[in-house]
T-cell receptor, first 112, second 115 residues
């Protein structure tokens, strides 16, 4: 399968701690995106990182991309209970037009 | 902007019935996507449109599924006849540009239950 694979599948931490989620993929990409999904809701876009970029920041979020290892990570610093959600990486492969392929997600639980 | 609007939010129907899911994308977005989410298969892209034209329907499971986009502000996904294995959450999303250059904006989905 071409889709990205997140690791871990589930993560439980205490408020204030950092959360790191990883995504690996198998073929060359144009870009990679991270999304969040709260229970019962649609996905919300967090960050887009292009294949020629190595790191991007947005508030408490930091995304890295290592194309040589075909992997990306999402770091959430100083986590809050409101960060509890599922997090998905989505990859746009070079031959897939506009077909964005989502991984299976990491379920993050932040305990107050 | 109100975001991507999907209706209905929940649909319960009996096997064999026709189901129509509706989507209103964000105004000005040229791309519209239909995804299906299940526990077993995760998020699957069913079809996407560019300027109302279907571009890639390779994810449509079978002939029972059809999607249309008669104009820039409306799309439908139809299942006829429906089967219990079609039970899932169906999401519509739109984006300003394609090729992953701009983020997808998702609706809140339609939860379909086929009994």
């Amino acid at each position: 399968s071409q889709q990205g694979e997140e690791d871990p599948q589930a993560l439980s931490i205490q408020e204030g701690e950092n959360a790191t989620m990883n995504c690996s993929y198998k073929t060359s990409i144009n870009n990679l995106q991270w999304y969040r999904q709260n229970s019962g809701r649609g996905l919300v876009h967090l960050i887009l990182i292009r294949s020629n970029e190595r790191e991007k920041h947005s508030g408490r979020l930091r995304v890295t991309l290592d194309t040589s290892k075909k992997s990306s990570s999402l770091l959430i610093t100083a986590s809050r209970a409101a960060d509890t959600a599922s997090y998905f990486c989505a990859t746009l492969f070079q031959t897939s037009g506009s077909r964005l392929t989502f991984g299976e997600g990491t379920q993050l639980t932040v305990n107050p | 902007d109100a975001g991507v609007i999907q209706s209905p939010r929940h649909e319960v129907t009996e096997m064999g019935q026709e189901v129509t899911l509706r989507c209103k994308p964000i105004s000005g977005h040229d791309y519209l996507f239909w995804y299906r989410q299940t526990m077993m298969r995760g998020l699957e892209l069913l079809i996407y449109f560019n300027n109302n034209v279907p571009i890639d329907d390779s994810g449509m499971p079978e002939d029972r599924f059809s999607a249309k986009m008669p104009n820039a502000s409306f799309s439908t996904l139809k299942i006829q006849p429906s089967e219990p294995r079609d039970s899932a959450v169906y999401f519509c999303a739109s984006s300003f540009r394609g090729q992953g250059e701009s983020p997808l904006h998702f609706g809140n989905g339609t939860r379909l239950t086929v009994t």
